[in-house]
Nanobody, 121 residues
Framework: QVQLVESGGGLVQPGGSLRLSCAAS????????MGWYRQAPGKQRELVAT???????NYADSVKGRFTISRDNNKNTVYLHMNSQNAEDTAVYYC???????????????WGQGTQVTVSS
């Protein structure tokens, strides 16, 4: 009923920038919290950043000042602008959204399929 489709991953050099996008589609009534998580090889999935429907943002300490999360509520899309990237940013990045679908009075968690980001020279 709901799909999250990510795009924008790839290979970037240290100090470079990438922008990830995640578009939600389907039987959507509203979207509450949207966010990005990442999982590096051999590590647990961790929070990168979240943004509420009103625009309040929260960041992991490791990305503060380098990454910016934003969203376009008209397009049901969340973005992650990543600057000054380093090797520790290498991971699979997952989009997450708390979505209320038509006919259901509560939101549910939905995940994208993941997109690989590799920071390497």
């Amino acid at each position: 009923q709901v799909q999250l489709v990510e795009s924008g991953g790839g290979l970037v050099q240290p100090g470079g920038s990438l922008r990830l996008s995640c578009a939600a589609s389907g039987n959507i009534f509203s979207i509450n919290l949207m966010g990005w998580y990442r999982q590096a090889p051999g590590k647990q999935r961790e929070l990168v950043a979240t943004i509420t429907s009103g625009g309040s943002r929260n960041y992991a300490d490791s990305v503060k000042g380098r990454f910016t999360i934003s969203r376009d509520n008209n397009k049901n899309t969340v973005y992650l602008h990543m600057n000054s990237q380093n090797a520790e940013d290498t991971a699979v990045y997952y989009c997450n959204s708390q979505i209320v679908i038509w006919g259901r009075p509560y939101d549910s968690d939905y995940w994208g399929q993941g997109t690989q980001v590799t920071v390497s020279s």
